[in-house]
């Protein structure tokens, strides 16, 4: 397949989708061009402009394809400008994937014609059977991180569905930003933020270890935050 990015042609290859119940993701694998090979090749304050200035001309080999889902179109824009505006900057590559713009692709049944191109974040989700060796309270920790960095940036994610949550190399992933929004001045971000965690560990207690002990509550959790996220802001 061959997309545009920006003012680049960009020639890929489809690859096994790894993450299940998520038919609208694209993985594809990058076909090297002249211009990979020519711009290594370049100057080290050269190249670094260029990569400021065109970030799409350094894409990594594997990238993500997502694609706006057909009745959902609203959230597809929602996410896209909360990428694209800057208001997750300080978590790509961290709690979220890297974006690198947004393409025309073909239209399916279910999908539409853009497409948001994302770094492939990999792990597995908080879904999946191999996910639920997780003890509760570390669960926990790595949420309240990540939804207190999301917290920080002044956003709260109201999508909760564990298949949007990746675990990658002990920290959990936000794949889904649809029903995002920036945080309203004067928010309590500290019971945003403790809620958030604990109805995301809750849903993961109630699949993989309904047996186990509970959650702790949202006070709990909200103690468990860092004083800044818990002035309001």
């Not at 038919?23 to 002249?34: D, G, I």
């Not at 970030?55 to 889902?69: N, S």
């Not at 208001?87 to 709690?95: D, E, I, M, N, R």
Request: with cysteine; glycine share 10%; aromatic share 6%.
């Amino acid at each position: 397949m061959t997309f545009r990015l920006g003012l680049r042609a960009v020639s890929a290859v489809r690859t096994e989708s790894r993450m299940v119940g998520l038919p609208n993701l694209v993985f594809v694998r990058l076909v090297p061009s002249l211009l990979d090979q020519l711009l290594p090749q370049l100057p080290g304050p050269m190249l670094g402009a260029l990569r400021w200035l065109f970030p799409g001309l350094f894409l990594p080999a594997h990238l993500v394809l997502k694609r706006e889902k057909r009745g959902m179109e609203e959230e597809f824009v929602t996410e896209r400008d909360l990428y694209r505006r800057g208001a997750l900057s300080s978590v790509q590559g961290t709690h979220t994937p890297v974006f690198y713009g947004e393409v025309r692709c073909p239209e399916t049944e279910t999908t539409g014609g853009r497409a948001l191109v994302l770094s492939d974040v990999g792990g597995i989700s908080l879904e999946e059977a191999a996910a639920g060796g997780l003890k509760i309270p570390r669960l926990e920790a790595m949420l309240l991180e990540s939804f207190g960095a999301l917290a920080a940036a002044g956003v709260s994610n109201l999508d909760y569905r564990l298949q949007n949550y990746r675990l990658v190399n002990d920290r959990v992933v936000f794949l889904e930003f649809g029903r995002a929004s920036i945080v309203p001045p004067g928010s309590d971000v500290g019971i945003v933020v403790a809620r958030s965690v604990s109805r995301v560990a809750l849903l993961y207690h109630c699949i993989h270890d309904p047996g186990g002990p509970t959650p702790r509550s949202v006070a709990e959790l909200e103690l468990a935050l860092p004083v800044a996220l818990r002035t309001p802001v």
